[in-house]
């Protein structure tokens, strides 16, 4: 993938988010959506989080990418580059992530920052990029991500459960509601949305038919690496590859039944992270 563009760069640091549609083609999230509602492991991994309103939220998680068709989405030069770009500095893997929002079942996630969270694990600054990859249509009725425009701007807000997730403080989300514009991230599959670590974002339930899953990789900066351990990684040199390995690996994947190339990271069970606000 090409870097982005001046004005791209410039609307990211304004608006702390940027969509690029189309990132992945039909054959390479078709395969992607295949695989993941095929793979028994991400099936009996996935965890539950309570929405604070009785409602679950299905997610599973990994740590490093490995060398399946998982880990070359995450490690493909279309969303490392870019990343980098945008944070100046290289990145390693975070983690990845698939949300399993499913139909009419599907709870809502509170509205929050990545840093609200990460920030319990010892990392000094809120240089992260998230990419959130459509493999459903995301729409207002099946509830796509929804994102205060350059709320990236307010630095950390603080946070408390709510439910089994982290959430930001309402009166500060409420105030910012007031000036800052409301965006739904509507995306077809394969559209990919960049985000900043400080982005407010929240979801409403699925109550609609159809299902809404996505994945997301986490990147941090090499030089924002953590002063402790946590459950994420420290830095870990991450391996770039070319754009074509997806639509190889998703291939090679169906051709040898292969699995998705990644262990499913036990913290998912108790999200740690939100888990360490409760002992504040």
């Keep these: 993938m090409k ?3 001046d004005t791209q760069v410039r609307d990211f640091n304004r608006d702390g988010f940027l969509i690029v549609r189309r990132n ?3 054959e390479e999230i078709s395969l992607l959506a295949r695989a993941s509602r095929e793979d028994k492991a991400m099936d009996q991994s996935a965890a539950s989080r309570d929405d604070g309103k009785g409602q679950p939220v299905r997610l599973a998680a990994w740590n490093h990418p490995g060398n399946g068709m998982y880990g070359m989405f995450a490690r493909c030069r279309r969303i490392v580059d870019p990343v980098e770009q945008l ?3 290289e990145v390693y893997h975070y983690h990845s992530k698939m949300i399993l929002k499913d139909a009419r079942t599907g709870g809502a996630w509170a509205w929050h920052q990545d840093y ?3 920030y319990q694990n010892g990392c000094l600054y809120p240089d992260f990029i998230s990419v959130s990859t459509a493999v459903d249509p995301a729409t207002k009725l099946n509830g796509c991500m929804q994102v205060l425009t350059g709320s ?3 630095g950390r807000v603080n946070h408390n459960l709510t439910g089994e997730q982290a959430g930001a403080d309402m009166e500060r989300v409420n105030e910012a509601m007031k000036r800052l514009p409301l965006f739904h991230c509507e ?5 990919s949305l960049f985000f900043h670590a400080n982005l407010l974002h929240c979801s409403a339930a699925n109550n609609s038919e159809h299902p809404r899953w996505s994945l997301i990789s986490c990147y941090n900066t090499k030089h924002n690496d953590p002063y402790k351990d946590s459950h994420h990684p420290r830095y870990t040199p991450l391996s770039k590859v070319d754009d074509s390995e997806v639509l190889r690996a998703a291939r090679e994947r169906f051709k040898n039944n292969r699995d998705g190339g990644v262990e499913f990271a036990p913290f998912n069970r108790t999200d740690n992270s939100a888990r360490s606000l409760a002992k504040q």
């Design 116 to 118: 609200g969270y990460w």
């Design 187 to 191: 995306m077809n599959p394969g559209d």
């Design 3 to 5: 870097l982005f563009t």
């Design 24 to 26: 992945f083609n039909e």
């Design 152 to 154: 990236h701007k307010m």
């Design 87 to 89: 944070l100046e500095d």
